[in-house]
């Protein structure tokens, strides 16, 4: 776990702003995921990438962007059309690119203003 | 995204006591099926899991049973302490075998 960073631990949106969220990894996994968490809701898919510069949509990636420019970094845009964002985000990795342990980060919590 | 049915959603037991959790799925491709435990606030955190070419696994006071033919498994917790009190997810490998898919979680509530 100690390997897998998020910040901020804290986040506030304004309406109409992009917000992005840092996910960073040094255990040198192959894939990265991004899921939201509500009360009562589970953890949801965003986003997903099982290798650098690929990335493919969760149950619930409306409203959101992710890049894989490096293989330590999966960051997450929340765009103005995500239009019920607070939540908590949470940043998983695995070693490779099949479903199997995977590892997660500390999270973001998401607050609208 | 496959359906992953966990029950209950909470559970208050009383310290010593057992508590088992239950999930069911849907997608028989489903091959890797692991358990995380939350506490408030922080990560959730693997405790067990389990793959499909194996019925029941152990791991001191827990244990995850696998039944591919009903599509469901479950978490036991044995001899609960208070320190087991936590939100416990169950998830299960979607059909495209690179992802998971996760129930929406039991709140354990151990009593002393």
């Known amino acids: 776990d100690g390997g897998i960073t998020q910040s901020p631990k804290y986040l506030f949106r304004k309406e109409g702003q992009n917000v992005t969220l840092s996910c960073e990894q040094n255990l040198n996994h192959d894939a990265m995921y991004w899921y939201r968490q509500d009360p009562g809701q589970g953890l949801r898919l965003i986003y997903y990438?099982?290798?650098?510069?690929?990335?493919q949509k969760g149950d619930i990636a409306e409203g959101y962007s992710v890049s894989r420019e490096k293989k330590e970094s999966f960051p997450l845009t929340v765009t103005s059309a995500q239009k019920n964002p607070t939540a908590f985000y949470l940043c998983?990795?695995?070693?490779?690119?099949?479903?199997?342990?995977?590892?997660f980060g500390p999270g973001t919590r998401l607050l609208v203003l | 995204g496959e359906n992953v049915e966990q029950h209950p959603s909470t559970l208050s037991v009383q310290e010593g006591d057992s508590a088992v959790i239950k999930c069911t799925y849907s997608d028989s491709a489903s091959n890797y099926f692991p358990w995380y435990k939350q506490e408030l606030g922080k990560r959730p955190q693997l405790i067990i899991d389990?793959?499909?070419?194996?019925g029941e696994k152990k791991d001191q006071r827990i244990a995850v049973t696998l039944n591919k033919t009903a599509k469901h498994f479950s978490l036991h917790i044995t001899e609960t302490q208070p320190e087991d009190s936590a939100v416990y997810f169950c998830a299960a490998s979607n059909p495209s075998g690179y992802a998971l898919n996760f129930g929406k979680g039991t709140s354990l509530l151990v009593t002393p």
């Open positions: 998983a990795s695995n070693p490779t690119s099949y479903a199997e342990t995977q590892y």
């Open positions: 389990i793959r499909s070419n194996v």
């Open positions: 990438s099982q290798i650098v510069n690929d990335f």
